[in-house]
């Protein structure tokens, strides 16, 4: 069975840092893309960044020259460094993968940003 396990949330303060992780488990086959997401409540889930299998990479508006993404096609893994973090980025982050048997979420991180 397949899982995505991630760690990394918190709190910080406005214009930390912080570094999301996030690792797959079980038989995936090939690892297609993977990314980010999140969602606020009530609130559709949004994309944060993405990274093909190719490296190229994808982000949202809101996180253009803040966030960094990149991943670890040997450990199965995904990573998102957030910079200059603001109270607006205060939600929960989904870890997202397409893998050939199919695609995953994680249970989600909780980050939390004070003013």
């Known amino acids: 069975q397949v899982q995505l396990v991630e760690s990394g949330g918190g709190l910080v303060q406005a214009g930390g840092s912080l570094r999301l992780s996030c690792a797959a488990s079980g038989s995936t086959g090939a690892t297609h893309a993977m990314g980010w997401y999140r969602q606020a409540p009530d609130v559709q889930r949004e994309l944060v960044a993405l990274?093909?299998?190719?490296?190229?990479?994808e982000y949202a508006e809101s996180g253009q020259g803040r966030f960094t993404i990149s991943r670890d096609n040997a450990e199965k893994a995904v990573y998102l460094h957030m910079s200059i973090l603001k109270p607006e980025d205060t939600t929960v982050y989904y870890c997202y993968a397409e893998f050939s048997v199919g695609t995953y979420w994680g249970q989600g991180t909780q980050v939390t940003v004070s003013s």
């Open positions: 990274v093909e299998s190719d490296g190229t990479t």
